[in-house]
């Protein structure tokens, strides 16, 4: 399986590839759920290998770890997965 911060830059990279709609599902701790946010609404900081920023409905920002990311959809259609 292809490590989630490699599949992430081969959308950013890949103008074929990265064409479509991608949603990201990643675990929440508090929540105990999967939470799909849009990948275009998720921050990456260049410098940071670790985490990404996503805000939420009420505007606060919380910080996801890379590892806490399950699932990857590209048009409605899964691609990326590891077990949850």
Not at 1 to 9: A, F, V, W
Not at 36 to 51: E, T
């Amino acid at each position: 399986m292809i490590p989630i911060h490699e599949l992430l830059s081969r959308i950013h990279w890949d103008p074929d590839f990265g064409c479509g709609e991608f949603r990201l599902g990643y675990y929440d701790k508090l929540l105990e759920q999967l939470v799909y946010v849009p990948l275009a609404g998720v921050r990456q900081d260049a410098d940071s290998h670790f985490n990404f920023e996503v805000t939420d409905d009420e505007g606060v920002v919380h910080s996801v770890p890379y590892h806490r990311v399950k699932e990857v959809w590209k048009d409605g259609a899964l691609i990326w997965h590891r077990e949850h």
